[in-house]
Nanobody
Framework: QVQLRESGGGLVQPGDSLTLSCEATGRTFRSFIMGWFRQAPGKEREFVASITWSSGSTYYADSVKGRFTISRDNAKKTMYLQINSLKPEDTAVYYC???????????????????WGQGTQVTVSS
């Protein structure tokens, strides 16, 4: 069984930086792809970034390229999302997700992922 737990959200001002963490427990993640999604009020959950656990290969949504950085720490079994130059439109609940990887590819839809954390709220407001 895989369990994911996000942390690091909060209330920040525009222009601030924030790092979200996703701690994974339950099994080895060498054959997994991990992702970050976000969901703003009244909107659908959207893909933000993903990382292949074994290779560290990353992929980003066009809307966050250059400001968001996804990474992972194998020893800590933790994934991170660093967000720079935060904007009010970044306000959302941020979720981490995991999928066992059987075939390489782009996994951009929530339904692609098997395991989810409970989410952490990020609010950007002055």
């Amino acid at each position: 069984q895989v369990q994911l737990r996000e942390s690091g959200g909060g209330l920040v001002q525009p222009g601030d930086s924030l790092t979200l963490s996703c701690e994974a427990t339950g099994r080895t993640f060498r054959s997994f792809i991990m992702g970050w999604f976000r969901q703003a009020p009244g909107k659908e959950r959207e893909f933000v970034a993903s990382i292949t656990w074994s290779s560290g290969s990353t992929y980003y949504a066009d809307s966050v390229k250059g400001r968001f950085t996804i990474s992972r720490d194998n020893a800590k079994k933790t994934m991170y999302l660093q967000i720079n130059s935060l904007k009010p439109e970044d306000t959302a609940v941020y979720y981490c997700a995991a999928k066992q990887l059987y075939q390489s590819g782009r996994y951009l839809l929530p339904n692609d992922y098997d395991y989810w954390g409970q989410g952490t709220q990020v609010t950007v407001s002055s």
